[in-house]
């Protein structure tokens, strides 16, 4: 392989298996210099867990400090408009650095510790149910249009304190905010779109919230608000994160896992023995093995010395969540589907200080999911081999996921 | 008086998120690897100390009451 072909990350056949391709930069350079697109790429598990403990080092304000364009290239009349997208997302809680993503994270903590996250599984569980029933008698779906990206957003929408009859328009204003991940080269305008329509509709929402605080999420970066720690704009982008961060991953990891398992139709067969006993292990196992985040990006934050390279103040670095989780010095097999891996220290949601907020609502939606699946389906076969992702360095985002299901044999 | 705490965290669950340190600082500190450890089990308020424990994203920490052995956290 030439140098120039190793750092082609963007072609199509890195984003069709990305495995392969960073497996081969692990084991060949785990802290490489990607010169066509002038950054480095860190691929080894060791490397990533010490680069995301070691925040000082690493800052996450990416978006504030780099004037890389948009890639793949968006329609030039369109540039104006990412200026405005950057700035809205330079203010979210994932863009900022201590000491004031600290006071950020603790106005939205207490909002998602795991004890009060495990009391929405009920909500989680009839909303699959709910869904289900309506697909189930179709005999086949899509799972990504039909089930993986819906459900998310039933359930943000739950926790945003949206009223019942907006949760279409906010469906709506959703998926285009999905747009953020795609490869158009127009698709900067339905973003931009979505996040302006979303600012709109949450406005009064907060106004309302301000003045008679409920149990919701928005209520929660209100009262960031009145403590002075969040301006209006940053509640307004942060409650467009929350959206966004729950539903693009949430139903990757619906795709990618129920994929993982057609491909692997014996570890379907365990999961079917056993839904309560192994939903939880399986998450873990599907969260690892085909990730929904692949990579995040930082900038290196002060000089700073990494797998032996000298990485400078300004570089930019992305660390590969899909690399890292196949490090064989960490699992056994690691290309191996096993969906009773223990342990599985796996970094699909990250490490330090900007750990996934949603780490255990993701766990939740992802047990009630592949419980439910296993205990009406016996078998779920792919309709075609020719998937299809997004052209997305970040996201693991299959573009569509047809199945049908057979009658269990009687 | 205050009942006493004996505190811990499970380092094959913690990920060095760091809020444990935020919330009690008396209490926890990171080790070289970056992960919590107890360095004074009453350096902070029982309450505090259950704070901290509670929004652990990865509920690495446990708590108990150190005379009855009671475990305060996580719930199970």
Redesign the interface.
Same mark, same amino acid.
């Given at each position: 392989m030439t140098v120039a072909h190793i750092d082609d990350l963007f072609s199509p056949s890195v984003n069709q298996d990305p495995h392969a391709y960073f497996a081969r930069l692990r084991e060949t350079d785990p802290v490489h210099w990607n010169e066509r697109f002038k950054l480095w790429v860190v691929t080894r598990y060791e490397d990533v867990v010490w680069l995301l403990r070691h925040h000082e080092y690493f800052s996450s304000a990416v978006i504030k400090t780099t004037e890389a364009p948009p890639y793949p290239p968006v329609n030039p009349e369109d540039v104006p408009l990412y200026d405005e997208i950057r700035r809205f997302r330079a203010d979210q809680l994932v863009e900022k650095d201590r000491p004031e993503h600290l006071d950020m994270r603790k106005v939205v903590h207490k909002y998602f510790t795991p004890t009060a996250m495990e009391g929405w599984r009920e909500f989680v569980r009839d909303a699959v149910t709910e869904l289900l029933d309506e697909i189930q008698p179709t005999g086949r779906m899509n799972v990504m249009t039909d089930f993986a990206a819906p459900l998310p957003v039933r359930i943000i929408a739950q926790m945003m304190g949206v009223p019942y009859e907006d949760r279409d328009h906010l469906r709506e204003l959703a998926d285009k905010i999905l747009w953020a991940n795609r490869g158009e080269p127009y698709r900067l305008r339905v973003l931009h779109e979505g996040m302006q329509g979303l600012i709109e509709y949450s406005a009064p929402l907060v106004e309302q919230r301000m003045k008679q605080p409920e149990n919701d999420f928005i209520s929660a970066l209100a009262e960031g608000e009145k403590a002075g720690v969040l301006t209006r704009y940053q509640v307004l982008v942060n409650t467009a994160l929350l959206l966004f961060a729950g539903h693009e991953t949430t139903m990757n990891l619906i795709c990618n896992g129920l994929l993982a398992f057609m491909r692997n139709p014996d570890q379907w067969d365990r999961l079917r023995a056993d839904p309560d006993g192994l939903a939880r292990l399986a998450v873990e196992e599907c969260m690892r093995y085909d990730p929904p985040v692949k990579s995040t990006q930082r900038v290196a934050a002060q000089d700073v010395e990494l797998g032996g390279k000298q990485i400078d103040a300004g570089d930019r670095i992305r660390w590969i969540i899909a690399a890292a989780n196949r490090d064989p010095s960490v699992f056994e097999d690691p290309d191996t589907f096993d969906i009773g891996r223990q342990p599985n220290p796996h970094v699909a949601f990250g490490s330090g200080i900007h750990y996934c907020l949603g780490a255990t609502l993701a766990r939740v939606e992802g047990q009630e999911v592949f419980r439910g699946l296993a205990q009406r389906f016996p078998r779920i076969v792919l309709e075609t081999e020719d998937l299809e992702y997004q052209p997305s360095l970040q996201f693991r985002s299959l573009k569509s996921l047809p199945v049908r299901w057979e009658k269990e044999k009687p | 008086m205050t009942r006493s705490l004996r505190v811990w965290v499970d380092h094959?669950r913690c990920?060095? #998120? $760091?809020?444990c340190l935020?919330t009690a600082p008396n209490v926890f500190a990171h080790n070289a #690897?970056?992960q919590s450890e107890v360095v004074n089990e009453s350096g902070d308020t029982p309450d505090t100390i259950l704070e901290a424990a509670?929004?652990?994203?990865?509920?690495a920490i446990h708590v108990e009451d150190a005379e009855t052995g009671e475990r305060l956290f996580? $719930?199970s």
């Open positions: - | 094959s990920v060095g #998120n $760091a809020m935020a #690897n970056r509670s929004i652990c994203p990865t509920s996580p $719930a």
